[in-house]
């Protein structure tokens, strides 16, 4: 296997398989071993040949070309057996609820599962309890109290819990939401959103106010105007990175099981909308092994569509499999997720593919392309869907469904599509993450008290090709962590290496856009933005992200006060 250095220390420290005492007892080849023959079983469930099937998955994943989320890796074939990396749970007005979900987002957190929560349902503070005469606490007490558990909870023993907490810009609390984070230390655990509505972006929009409505009875706690809650949402963003927003109608819009229920909230880094219950399984295709070099007599590299396309249908097979294997933490998440069977295939390695083919991160084409390849993708992973429909059945809940209509396919999965963060996953693939440019050419980063140093070697590569390449170079290069006005280096591959800082917002949104186009479910994007961005620079970025059909969005200005809390950017799913 073709591993660096840097992968070895992740897989070491998060992956593989240890003993009481700590110790590795586990090789990469084991640990890729171990899940495909896991994930294979499923299929004597199916009629399939498991032995096969093991095979496949085994080189797909030792190939690097595709990896399942972080669960998955650690936990396949041991007893824990959880293998989601998405949760989603109810949080309904009364005591007995409020504690009871806490008890199971332990159970999985500790498994190494995110868990998203509405606390919508919940009455405002000061109203009243007439079970004991007494006046309500409010959501974001509760909140509080969900922190706490979580940080002596450590996930799956290798990496800390993560939370996504939700609330409708219509609860009649949603200033003391929108506003908590910018107490230093509160709510570490939680990345939030507020969930906001299209009558409160048409309020906005039309300079108007909107209605406050009291969950407990339906009934209006007053009103008020869109722009000022807009205003604080924007002030808490620009300085503390929370809340994103979360444009819930155009969620449920496609939500393909509406007969089931309403989406409410996300996981923790917001790339998948949930119903109460339900758990998706992620994986990556790492695009970068997909760019074949230029045969004799060809000016460009060119995309290999055929391996794709045969990668995808073995990779959506994988996390169908994945459904029928997994020990589910509770009874109600199994009967959800295999109710609807979704399943999240992405991609990491975007801005390498890009890199390879020549193309700058913000160019138009390169945005053509994103919404190219991901189209592909989602096609491919339908097809592959119908393809084991017609094997082994549609998913349960698939009357009633979207899916149930004259001239739609007959799918196995309700989603096949997610674009995750792939943190961790990409460095153990040796790719950029996600759909993210380049963070920089050049950083350190820490994997729980593992040290990684990272130098882009397709930089590396194309200056020492270009002849242009000297230790000099590379140590200027190391300091900086980007090409920003190194003259030595030709302005085509300033161009090509730009990173994140050097990208405006606007084309951050527009590749968010690009991709969500084609995506069942959402997108996780981490809109940057330098230090000096100013508040007007949030304001533009949220009403942008909104008029271009993203489902929500997240921006982080670089040097903000983020001690101790939950960065979006989370080596994860």
Excluded at 91 to 115: E, M, R
Excluded at 474 to 497: A, M, Q, T, W
Aim: glycine content about 8%; aromatic content about 8%; proline content about 5%.
């Amino acid at each position: 296997m073709n591993l660096t250095e840097n992968a070895l220390k992740a897989l070491k420290a998060r992956y593989l398989l240890k003993d009481e005492r700590g110790k590795v007892i586990e090789t990469p080849e084991g640990m890729f071993r171990r899940v495909a023959r896991t994930i294979a079983a499923a299929e004597t469930q199916h009629g399939g040949n498991a032995a096969e099937w093991e095979e496949k998955f085994y080189e797909l994943m030792a190939s690097l070309k595709f990896l399942p989320n972080s669960p998955t890796l650690m936990n396949a074939g041991k007893e824990i057996g959880q293998l989601a990396a998405c949760f989603v749970l109810p949080v309904d007005d009364s005591i007995h609820s409020i504690f009871d979900t806490l008890k199971n987002a332990a159970l999985i957190l500790q498994s190494g599962g995110g868990t998203g929560f509405s606390f919508t349902r919940l009455r405002p503070k000061s109203d009243i309890v007439r079970s004991t005469g007494g006046i309500a606490s409010g959501p974001v007490s509760f909140m509080k109290i969900y922190n706490t558990a979580t940080d002596v909870i450590k996930q799956g023993g290798a990496r800390r819990g993560a939370n996504m907490g939700i609330l409708r810009i219509d609860h009649p609390d949603i200033l003391d939401f929108i506003r908590i984070k910018r107490a230093e230390g509160e709510l570490t655990n939680f990345n939030i959103s507020v969930s906001a509505t299209d009558a409160f972006m048409d309020a906005l929009k039309n300079d108007g106010e909107y209605e406050l409505v009291n969950p407990r009875n339906k009934a209006s706690a007053g009103r008020l105007k869109a722009r000022d809650v807009f205003k604080e949402l924007v002030e808490s963003a620009w300085e503390t990175g929370d809340p994103g927003l979360v444009f819930i109608d155009r969620i449920n819009r496609d939500n393909p099981t509406p007969h089931i229920g309403i989406i409410e909230s996300t996981n923790p880094c917001g790339e998948q909308p949930l119903l109460p219950y339900e758990a998706c399984i992620l994986g990556s295709l790492n695009l970068s092994k997909y760019v074949k070099e230029p045969a004799d007599g060809q000016a460009k590299p060119l995309i290999d569509y055929d391996s794709l396309s045969n990668d995808i249908r073995t990779a959506v097979r994988f996390l169908d499999n994945s459904i029928d294997v997994n020990k589910y933490p509770l009874p109600a998440i199994e009967t959800m997720h295999k109710g609807n069977r979704k399943i999240g295939l992405g991609v990491m390695g975007w801005a390498d593919m890009l890199i390879l083919l020549g193309l700058p991160y913000n160019h138009k084409k390169a945005f053509e392309f994103g919404r190219k390849i991901m189209k592909f993708i989602s096609d491919e992973s339908k097809n592959a869907s119908v393809g084991l429909a017609q094997q082994r059945g549609v998913f349960l809940n698939f009357k009633g469904s979207v899916y149930d209509a004259p001239g739609m396919p007959r799918v196995r999965n309700a989603t096949t599509t997610t674009i995750a963060p792939t943190g961790t996953l990409s460095i153990v693939a040796d790719c950029s993450s996600g759909i993210e440019p380049l963070f920089a050419l050049a950083y350190k980063r820490l994997i729980l008290d593992t040290e990684l140093f990272e130098i882009n070697r397709y930089f590396l590569n194309i200056a020492k090709r270009r002849g242009f390449y000297s230790k000099e170079l590379k140590e200027k290069v190391i300091n900086k962590g980007n090409l920003y006005s190194i003259k030595e280096v030709p302005n085509d591959v300033r161009k090509l290496f730009k990173t994140t800082h050097e990208i405006p917002f606007e084309d951050h949104i527009e590749m968010q856009a690009c991709f969500q186009e084609f995506t069942d479910n959402a997108v996780s994007k981490t809109i940057n933005m330098p230090h000096k961005a100013k508040r007007e620079d949030v304001e533009r970025a949220f009403l942008l992200a909104y008029e271009k059909g993203c489902k929500g969005i997240t921006i982080f200005r670089y040097g903000i006060k983020k001690i101790g809390t939950l960065v979006r950017f989370r080596d994860s799913d």
